[in-house]
Every structure is written in C-alpha cells, then in structure tokens.
C-alpha cells in the first residue's frame, strides 16, 4: 500500500494539469490577438464600405430614408461613412497610425448605435470593445506603428 500511495502522490493531480494549461494559454502571444483584433474589425467596416461605394445612388437614399442620421445631410454624411469604412480598416491592419484610425471607427460605432440601430446593441459593444481594446494596448508587435515608432519618437 506504501508504493501505491507514493505512486498516486507523484502523478500529477488535476490542479497541476490546470496550472500546466494556464501557464501554456499564457504564453500565446499578445501581438497576435492584437492583429486578430484589428483584422477583424477591420473587415467589418471595409465590407460596409465596399456596400457603400456599389451604389452611390442606393446608398444615399438608405441615409435619407432608413439611417436619418441628425444634423449631417443625407450626402455628407454617405461620403463620410464610406470614407471612415474605406480608409480606417486599411490603417488598422497595416497597424498604421492605429489608435487615430479607431477614433473614428468607435464615433462611426456610437452614431449607429445611437441613431440607426439601437436593437443591435450587443453587435456594437462588440466592435467597441474590439476598438477600445486596440485604443488603449495598441496595435502590437505585428504593426507598422511598433516600427517606425523608435524612428518618429527618436528612440533605438
């Protein structure tokens, strides 16, 4: 009974096996999931845009007719949709000037939750959240920015 008792005590428990897991899981690098992130909120936006350009004509109408976004009239505010869906998700996965080019996307994201879609709000904090992380942490190690930032702030 000596031996097999040591024996049980020597195999790992299940409270090793999760540790072993976790400290694994931890290792996965952050600047991947950073890329992931801009990635896939990137072609959120792009997909809308790409709609957009398609039919100009379509597009200002839907502004007129179903979006009514306040303030903007129907044709400025397609042009400046289309541009912030055109050019920000190019920014965020090239990782370029990556946290201005969320500001955008997260206004764009509060004036559609807010005015056009408020039912839709779970698919909005989900964008938020992907914006606001990339906001706060940045773009990652797999960016433009994480490059050319010791040239632009003098630091080697």
């Known amino acids: ?19 072993t897991a976790r400290t694994l899981l931890e290792r996965f690098p952050l600047s991947v999931l950073q890329f992931l992130f801009r990635f896939c909120i990137a072609a959120v936006f792009w997909a809308s845009g790409l709609t957009k350009i398609a039919s100009w004509q379509s ?43 969320t500001l955008p996307m997260l206004g764009m994201t509060f004036v559609i939750e807010v005015f056009v879609y408020p039912e839709n709000w779970i698919e909005h904090l989900t964008w938020a959240s992907l914006l606001l992380f990339i906001l706060t942490r ?8 994480r490059w050319l930032a010791p040239m632009l702030l003098g630091k080697r």
């Not at 009974?1 to 999760?18: E, H, K, V």
């Open 138 to 145: 940045g773009p990652g190690a797999i960016s433009l920015d």
């Open 59 to 101: 597009t200002v109408v839907l502004f007129r007719d179903e979006y009514k976004v306040p303030v903007l009239p129907p044709e400025v505010a397609a042009t400046l949709g289309a541009a912030v869906e055109l050019s920000c998700p190019v920014l965020l996965v090239l990782g370029l000037a990556t946290r201005l080019a």
């Open 1 to 19: 009974m000596t031996y097999q008792g040591s024996a049980t005590r020597d195999a790992p428990g299940w409270r090793d096996r999760l540790r």
